[in-house]
């Protein structure tokens, strides 16, 4: 007996005919066993490559999708983005994704990592993106929003979910992390919070403030995601169980 797949959404994405199928779903729903029970929807970590497969399945079925519409790419900490249609190197090493029409489901991983959610309702462009404190300095959330632009997005129409990542209760950095935050955004308020032994970083923080630079608007961004690492029973988390853990993917397309 499998528990049932549950998806949390973002109010700010319609869902129905014109709207977006989309989603970041928890961990329950699917075969895979021990830390990673059991919805593990990455290839990447050791998993059984075909209870990954079954999970995704499930997933699509769960929400009216086809598998084999799921576009998917390496993430590596960067800001590549990739368009859906344009050639897809090899290895496919992007972490965003964008795409302009209905029909393929793009998919953003993340344990702990900020998976994020573009949708403009109005040109009907859609993105995803994978977001660690790396890709947030080094602008990848950003980047997606200029790929969307580029295919007819207007940075004040796009709307923007955060899923589940590790919250400012539990990201700990090192003084070199802090810093980098510090001189890629300014004294952002609430950014980096006092912690008992280091710093703290809201990661939600920061991609509000890199994502209002570039033209979005405050009140289209999603950005209080429950934390990782602080829910067990809900979520994988990198930081509490290590490679041995699962992975999330948030998804998002758009409905014909
Ligand atoms: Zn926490």
Same mark, same amino acid.
């Given at each position: 007996?499998?528990?049932?797949?549950?998806?949390?959404?973002?109010?700010?994405?319609?869902?129905?005919?014109?709207?977006?199928?989309?989603?970041?779903?928890?961990?329950?729903?699917?075969?895979?066993?021990?830390?990673?029970?059991?919805?593990?929807?990455?290839?990447?970590?050791?998993?059984?490559?075909?209870?990954?497969?079954?999970?995704?399945?499930?997933?699509?079925?769960?929400?009216?999708?086809?598998?084999?519409?799921?576009?998917?790419?390496?993430?590596?900490?960067?800001?590549?983005?990739?368009?859906?249609?344009?050639?897809?190197?090899?290895?496919?090493?992007?972490?965003?994704?964008?795409?302009?029409?209905?029909?393929?489901?793009?998919?953003?991983?993340?344990?702990?990592?900020?998976?994020?959610?573009?949708?403009? +309702?109005?040109?009907? #462009?859609? %993105? =995803?993106?994978? $977001?660690?404190?790396?890709?947030? !300095? &080094?602008? @990848? *959330?950003?980047?997606?929003?200029?790929?969307?632009?580029?295919?007819?997005?207007?940075?004040?129409?796009?709307?923007?979910?955060?899923?589940?990542?590790?919250?400012?209760?539990?990201?700990?950095?090192?003084?070199?992390?802090?810093?980098?935050?510090?001189?890629?955004?300014?004294?952002? +308020?609430?950014?980096? #919070?006092? %912690? =008992?032994?280091? $710093?703290?970083?809201?990661?939600? !923080? &920061?991609? @509000? *403030?890199?994502?209002?630079?570039?033209?979005?608007?405050?009140?289209?961004?999603?950005?209080?995601?429950?934390?990782?690492?602080?829910?067990?029973?809900?979520?994988?988390?990198?930081?509490?169980?290590?490679?041995?853990?699962?992975?999330?993917?948030?998804?998002?397309?758009?409905?014909?």
């Amino acid at each position: 007996m499998v528990d049932a797949i549950r998806v949390r959404r973002s109010p700010l994405f319609s869902d129905g005919p014109g709207g977006f199928v989309h989603g970041f779903p928890e961990r329950t729903g699917g075969e895979s066993i021990g830390l990673r029970a059991s919805l593990n929807l990455g290839y990447r970590w050791g998993d059984d490559q075909a209870l990954v497969a079954r999970n995704r399945a499930r997933l699509a079925t769960h929400e009216g999708f086809a598998p084999t519409d799921l576009q998917v790419t390496k993430h590596v900490h960067g800001t590549a983005v990739w368009c859906v249609g344009e050639p897809l190197p090899e290895p496919p090493e992007f972490d965003g994704l964008v795409c302009d029409r209905p029909g393929p489901v793009l998919g953003a991983f993340a344990a702990d990592c900020v998976p994020i959610l573009f949708g403009d +309702p109005v040109a009907r #462009v859609c %993105g =995803a993106a994978h $977001a660690g404190w790396r890709g947030a !300095v &080094a602008g @990848v *959330a950003e980047r997606v929003i200029e790929r969307m632009v580029e295919r007819g997005a207007r940075a004040a129409d796009v709307r923007v979910a955060l899923g589940p990542s590790i919250g400012p209760c539990c990201f700990e950095v090192g003084p070199e992390v802090e810093s980098a935050f510090r001189d890629r955004f300014g004294a952002v +308020p609430g950014m980096i #919070v006092p %912690g =008992a032994k280091k $710093a703290h970083v809201d990661l939600r !923080v &920061a991609l @509000v *403030a890199s994502l209002t630079r570039r033209g979005v608007l405050a009140e289209h961004v999603d950005a209080t995601p429950p934390c990782t690492r602080c829910n067990p029973e809900r979520f994988f988390s990198y930081r509490r169980d290590g490679l041995e853990g699962g992975v999330h993917m948030g998804f998002i397309g758009l409905r014909a």
